[in-house]
């Protein structure tokens, strides 16, 4: 048995951004991760964006998160040499009807200290001539990031600070107790782990892993769906500079225009609720949909100009038509045990909120 001071398990952005948070401090640290890479599901399947925090309910844990986290992102992309880019964004109405929501997006941002301005549709398509809008909220702080960059240099830092990475590692049992935690795995190489600190952040296997618990309470265990979101791309060069998000519906973004660091156009993601967190298949007739989505917004979308992108899969603790949850991140005081933190449904704004995310579970640990 091998004794370490903290584990993590997840090397995805959340998972290595707490990782490198807390060996930082001086602890030791070890990651876990089932895959042989780092960041191989959500969070190198996305759309890559920089949230501003526009929509989300002030005080929650998504907002707080969100608006620190991309202060703190902009800052550690220019001093580590992270790819990125300030773009900015336009979320777009389509009907006279949807500007009082456009006009409680614009309030909500107030109240979460995010800077936005209100536009006409004359004042939205002089920045985009190409855009079809009544009306447009611009947000000056939204970017994009190369999400590998960032992932490659977080591990970078891990592993200056003193930690590890085990690749190709799953974990097998855990038991949970006041003296410390025993972590099991299994592998090519087994290794059976005694730490204080046990942090979950499997992503699309917390769940899995928080049942693998033994010593947790299962009420203290999130119920986690999935949604696969495709994503497609266009051929040729984007009309629009910026990012274009439709009027958000039934607690979705819909199918936006985003942008690569190249400048590379690509649509989505869709929504589809599936059974397991691994079906990445994509299929080509979903960009019906996608013509009639992005035609709202930019009506000169040629015909056969969309080709088949990529998927990703977002871990949700809600069910379709339900109201959208906070993340869950449940630390000592939530389930009285020493040392665990459990991280929940961490969906979008997760790669925005990583790095504030890795400061808030050391607070949680302190207390």
Not at 27 to 50: F, M
Not at 265 to 290: M, N, Q, V
């Amino acid at each position: 048995m091998e004794k370490v001071e903290v584990v993590v398990i997840g090397a995805g952005v959340i998972g290595l951004a707490i990782a490198e948070a807390l060996a930082a401090t001086g602890r030791e640290v070890v990651v876990v991760e089932r895959a042989n890479c780092i960041g191989s599901e959500t969070s190198s399947r996305n759309s890559e964006v920089i949230h501003a925090g526009l929509y989300y309910p002030p005080g929650s844990l998504k907002a707080r998160l969100c608006v620190a986290g991309k202060k703190m992102l902009y800052t550690y992309c220019e001093r580590h040499g992270v790819g990125y880019r300030r773009c900015e964004k336009l979320v777009v109405a389509s009907a006279d009807d949807q500007l009082p929501a456009l006009d409680a997006i614009a309030r909500r941002a107030t109240e979460n200290g995010v800077e936005t301005q209100r536009l006409t549709a004359d004042e939205a398509k002089s920045l985009e001539p190409e855009l079809e809008t009544v009306g447009a909220l611009l947000s000056p702080s939204t970017g994009i990031i190369n999400s590998h960059d960032l992932m490659l240099s977080l591990q970078g830092g891990l592993e200056d600070s003193g930690g590890f990475l085990a690749f190709n590692t799953p974990v097998m049992d855990i038991a949970l107790s006041e003296d410390g935690h025993t972590v099991r795995t299994g592998g090519a190489e087994p290794m059976t782990l005694k730490t204080s600190i046990l942090v979950n952040a499997a992503g699309l296997y917390a769940e899995q892993i928080a049942r693998k618990m033994a010593g947790l309470d299962p009420r203290h265990v999130a119920h986690q769906r999935f949604a696969r979101g495709c994503y497609f791309t266009l051929q040729g060069r984007s009309p629009f500079s910026r990012l274009v998000y439709p009027m958000p519906e039934a607690g979705v973004l819909g199918i936006h225009l985003t942008l690569d660091l190249a400048g590379r156009p690509r649509f989505g993601p869709d929504i589809e609720w599936i059974d397991e967190p691994d079906d990445y298949r994509l299929d080509p007739s979903r960009a019906t949909k996608f013509y009639e989505s992005v035609r709202k917004y930019w009506p000169a979308l040629p015909d056969g100009a969309l080709e088949p992108g990529y998927s990703g899969i977002r871990p949700k603790i809600h069910a379709p038509g339900e109201a959208v949850p906070d993340f869950r991140i449940d630390g000592p005081a939530h389930h009285g045990i020493s040392g665990l933190v459990n991280l929940f449904g961490m969906e979008s704004p997760g790669l925005t909120s990583s790095l504030a995310i890795g400061e808030y579970v050391c607070q949680l640990l302190r207390r």
